[in-house]
């Protein structure tokens, strides 16, 4: 069985499934070795234009596989490292991947999983999903998913949580910006279906360099050097065939080339 099931749609829309529903989609090797490689052959397929990453089964992501973990109690500490990078790596890659990416969280999501959702432009999740970062009880911290939980819900918020390992529900996973949206379980794909719709209005370029732009002023730490990179973005983009067409379709009161791909 296949750890990430990949469905490329006719509109460009690449659905990635976490297919381990028995085990509630836990992170083991195989699965982020997948996922990892889902990724980087997305970036490389022109055909993508935005990433849907969801669980397969009642579940959105169980965090860390329980059997694996139980391996690692007798792997040596490089061995181990070796293993943390795999997350690592994965998140990463989830994180910069340059598409669009939306989290359609269909259930429960703990440790890893929650780093997942943090990683996406947009996470929509079911009513009734459940969360918590545990990793304290096992005498771990949420090490590696760290950077982008704290970065989406913010450093007050990463001390209650990674301390207590306290169980939240999804309205206050909304409230706390883990999720943007949330919704009954039966409005799920049809609320994602609206977040396409919007995205895939976005010229394809245009929204690649706005993710990218994000990161650019993120880490900025020279605010002349900022000026000036972005306004060579902007100039760059202006004169480029996307925003002629794009602006060209404005003005005369059609759809740009790319909605109808």
Not at 44 to 58: E, H, K, M, N, Y
Not at 59 to 85: K, P, Q, V
Not at 141 to 162: C, D, K, M, N
Request: hydrophobic fraction near 45%; charged fraction near 25%; charge should be neutral.
């Amino acid at each position: 069985m296949n750890a990430v099931l990949s469905s490329l749609s006719s509109r460009g829309v690449l659905t990635l499934t976490l297919n381990r529903p028995d085990r509630h989609n836990a992170l083991n090797p195989g699965l982020l070795t997948a996922l990892h490689a889902a990724l980087l052959d997305a970036e490389r397929d022109s055909q993508v234009r935005t990433i849907v990453l969801t669980g397969a089964g009642a579940s959105f992501c169980a965090g860390a596989d329980i059997e694996h973990m139980r391996s690692t109690r007798d792997l040596s500490e490089e061995a181990n490292l070796e293993d943390a990078r795999l997350l690592a790596q994965c998140l990463r890659a989830l994180d910069e991947v340059d598409r669009p990416l939306i989290a359609r969280v269909n259930g429960n999501a703990f440790g890893g999983g929650i780093g997942l959702i943090a990683c996406a432009d947009v996470a929509i999740g079911t009513m009734t999903a459940k969360f918590a970062l545990t990793e304290v009880r096992l005498g771990l911290v949420p090490a590696t998913i760290s950077p982008y939980v704290i970065r989406a819900i913010g450093t007050r918020q990463a001390r209650r949580l990674f301390l207590t390992a306290a169980r939240f529900e999804a309205p206050e996973a909304r409230a706390i910006g883990l999720l943007h949206d949330t919704v009954a379980a039966s409005q799920l794909d049809e609320t994602v279906e609206a977040y396409l719709e919007s995205l895939l209005q976005g010229g394809p370029n245009a929204l690649r360099e706005a993710k990218r732009l994000i990161r650019i002023v993120e880490e900025a730490s020279d605010r002349e050097m900022l000026l000036e990179e972005t306004s060579r973005l902007l100039a760059k983009l202006r004169a480029g065939g996307e925003a002629k067409e794009g602006l060209s379709a404005f003005l005369e009161k059609r759809k740009a080339g790319w909605t109808a791909k």
